[in-house]
C-alpha cells in the first residue's frame, strides 16, 4: 500500500466501515471521504480528521499517513494527544519555514514524538537534537 488513499481503504475494510460511516465519524461529505480514498497523499485531510480515524478504529497514524511501521497501535489508546501536540510545536518552530519537504517532516515528527513518548527527554533537549540536524 504506497498511497494514503489505499491505506485508508484498507482501514475501512479491515473495520467494516463504508464511505458513508468514515463521513459521519469525521463529520464531513461522502464526497469527501471518496476524494480521500482516491487521494495520493493526506494533503487535503486535517489533522483533527486523521487522528479522529486513528483514535476510533485504533490505527497507528504513522503507518496511515507515511506506510510505517503496523497498521494497528500495539495498545488502544496509544496516541497521546498531548504528546502529538507537544511533538508538533516542536517540528513547527524548528521547520515551520525550511522549505523541507512532507516526507522529511513526517519522519522528522514521528521522530520527535517517539522520543517524547519513550520519556527519553524534554523539549529542551530535542531542539537541540535538531539543530544539530538542521
Known sequence: MNTFGERLKAVMDARHVTQTGLAS??????SAVSNWVHSEDCKKVSAR???GICREHDINPFWLVYGEGNMEVVAAGAVDDDLVAKAYVICQEQFGNKGITTEACGRIFAAVYSYLHKGSGNADDIVKLLKLVA
Open 49 to 51: 480528521h486523521i487522528l
Open 25 to 30: 465519524l469525521t463529520n464531513v461529505t461522502r
